[in-house]
T-cell receptor
């Protein structure tokens, strides 16, 4: 089955530092998304990015499909960025997104 | 103003009982999903539906039964509840199988 590996598992940053989160997957993904989970539990879609590079605010997602990897770059981190970031892959195109274990980010002031 | 409504937000049940988790989406999406998140495992895919038809099912137990009475509804019936079923259950929707949007979740505790 599809395996989704995220690294690092956890990360602590000083406010203002940048972060690079990695997602590697075992088979070619037809679709890929990045999500943010608030400490309270709410899940928010950050990027739908099956290939290429996308930007929104301080976030950049880059997916290299033939290398089976994606990254999420957070620039100038803020305490409000604290939470868990998930990568999810749909390999089959059959409405089944498989999630990685997440990267837990803590940004301290 | 949430576009994906899950009810109830919190649910406490006794072992052996049956509960229904409600999910309605007002995004006009054709696809709906159930995911489960517990302390022991990451977000775990359970079911996906498109146009009220089952697309994929990753739940081994028949105690979990999705029910789609309308195209914007996908409820989850759980029978013979066990303490191991304790988790937060998230409903999600998408247009085709692109960007997923999640509800706030139902936190289920089975005693």
């Amino acid at each position: 089955g599809q395996q989704v590996q995220q690294s690092p598992a956890s990360l602590v940053l000083q406010e203002g530092e940048n972060a690079e989160l990695q997602c590697n997957f075992s088979s070619t993904a037809t679709r890929l998304q990045w999500f943010y989970q608030h400490p309270g539990g709410r899940l928010v879609s950050l990027f739908y990015n099956p290939s290429g590079t996308k930007h929104t605010g301080r976030l950049t997602s880059t997916t290299v499909t033939n290398e089976r990897r994606s990254s999420l770059h957070i620039s100038s981190s803020q305490t409000t960025d604290s939470g868990t970031y998930f990568c999810a892959i749909d390999q089959t195109g059959n409405y089944k997104y498989v999630f990685g274990a997440g990267t837990r980010l803590k940004v301290i002031a | 103003d949430p576009k994906i409504i899950q009810k109830p937000k919190y649910l406490v049940a006794v072992t052996g009982s049956e509960k229904i988790l409600i999910c309605e989406q007002y995004l006009g999406h054709n696809a709906m999903y159930w995911y489960r998140q517990s302390a022991k495992k990451p977000l775990e895919f359970m079911f996906s539906y498109s146009y009220q038809k089952l697309m994929d099912n990753q739940t081994a137990s028949s105690r979990f039964q999705p029910q789609s009475s309308k195209k914007n509804h996908l409820d989850l019936q759980i029978t013979a509840l066990k303490p191991d079923d304790s988790a937060t259950y998230f409903c999600a929707s998408s247009q085709e199988n692109e960007r997923l949007f999640f509800g706030h979740g139902t936190k289920l505790s089975v005693l």
